[in-house]
């Protein structure tokens, strides 16, 4: 994940990412449809595209979750503004975070330890800073959906103050909810783990530290030490997850309410209906995007980003001390049609608009949803599809090594 700041007075910027494959063949275009807000159910979330904590953030959706000491019904709590990320894996909460009762964060939820006993920290990496936090287990709830002693983060927690050089090396510290945007982050992307296999054998994979008294030092963390997707441990519906929005205006909306749906091909309400299924990299859980001629291997479908985030040295930027530095600022409205290639050869060409960013949200004050918000990126062989590629569509994001009515994932589907 990471992240990049509009600076308004009103209203900031979070973003977010992961990774790459090749393919070609068909192709079936795709276009923005219309989509419902499903029906309640065990299986359904709302989800909010607003402001977040603070009611300044624009283009991340929300939806809440409730955590609970393993194994209690009653030592519980609910936080909203649980940031939504089809990019990253695994439930992170905010130490500093407010219940939806107001009360601060207060669950002793216990900690994962090595064979040893020493607690097991993690530093997770964005591009432009780090969280740093310990994992631990927790019960966790959304809808009607459970993961039971789930190992999740809790980032910015007191009692891991001293963060090590290696890791806030990495950038600014995003460990509040100021920083980071929202109370949590529910990653749902298409892997099962945030490290996998590079973490069991590589103490230096930059991610894990072992931290007994004497100090933290970087170490490697098996399967059931590392922060895990939540949607794979429920008991049903844990094959993938769908994201519904609805379409917005040229100018943007002030909120947006879709849904988030578990499983699919699991329940009527999740039935496959996208007309290009794109198996990802097993490994990476990316596609390979064709943008202006080249073939980007390291790109992604991702909630958490609240742009397009792509490298174009032909746009203009917006100028700093705007209210949105690095963002593009075409003269006129762009629109960029690409083709986006999964592994089985299907290839599906979608159309896409970038505006001026600082003319949306001047001319537009206090809207916090907008399709058409592009970021220069620094990844010269990745097209991020942040959160303005979901609104008007229906996105099915299935995990790897799942069955699906669609096949095994990992694969996007639109």
């Known amino acids: 994940m990471r992240k990049l700041a509009v600076l308004s007075c009103a209203l900031t910027l979070a973003l977010a990412g992961c990774g790459g494959s090749p393919g070609s063949a068909a192709t079936v275009s795709t276009a923005s449809t219309s989509v419902h807000t499903l029906a309640a159910a065990a299986n359904v979330v709302t989800l909010n595209v ?65 064979a040893g006993g020493s607690p097991i920290v993690e530093c997770t990496q964005f591009t432009d800073g780090y969280s740093w936090g310990p994992v631990r287990t927790a019960d966790v709830h959304i809808g009607g959906e459970s993961a039971r002693a789930l190992p999740i983060q809790v980032i910015g927690d007191p009692a891991y103050g001293t963060v090590p050089s290696a890791c806030a090396s990495t950038g600014t510290s995003e460990n509040t909810v100021a920083a980071f945007g929202a109370n949590g982050l529910l990653g749902v992307g298409p892997l099962e783990h945030d490290c996998g296999a590079d973490c069991l054998t590589n103490a230096g994979n930059g991610r894990y530290y072992v931290c007994p008294t004497s100090g933290c030092t970087p170490s490697t963390a098996g399967l059931a030490a590392q922060v895990v997707n939540p949607v794979v ?148 062989s990745s097209f991020d599809f942040g959160l303005p590629f979901f609104l008007g569509r229906t996105v099915f994001v299935a995990i790897a090594g799942s069955n699906t009515s669609a096949g095994l994932g990992p694969y996007f589907a639109f």
């Open 50 to 114: 607003n402001g977040g904590p603070g009611g300044r953030w624009v283009d991340m959706p929300y939806v809440s979750v409730t955590v609970c000491v393993p194994g209690s019904a009653a030592e519980c709590q609910t936080f909203n503004d649980i940031e939504l990320d089809t990019g990253s894996y695994g439930l992170r909460l905010l130490a500093g975070a407010r219940d939806t009762s107001g009360s601060a964060f207060s669950l002793a939820l216990p900690q994962v330890t090595d």
């Open 233 to 380: 441990d429920f008991q049903t519906d844990d094959n993938g997850v769908i994201v519904e929005l609805p379409a917005v205006p040229a100018a943007g909306a002030g909120t947006v309410d879709g849904s988030l749906v578990f499983g699919i091909g699991t329940e009527g309400n999740n039935t496959m209906t996208a007309a290009a299924v794109l198996p990802a990299d097993p490994s990476t859980g990316d596609i390979t995007t064709t943008f202006n001629g080249t073939a980007l291997p390291d790109s992604y479908f991702d909630t958490g980003s609240n742009a397009y985030f792509f490298s174009d040295g032909a746009i203009p930027t917006c100028p700093a001390g705007s209210v949105a530095p690095g963002f593009f600022c075409p003269a006129a409205p762009l629109t960029f049609t690409l083709t986006n290639a999964g592994q089985n050869g299907m290839a599906s060409r979608v159309t896409i608009g970038v505006g001026s960013a600082v003319a949306l949200l001047d001319a537009n004050p206090g809207y916090t949803a907008f399709n058409d918000l592009g970021v220069s990126g620094s990844n010269q």
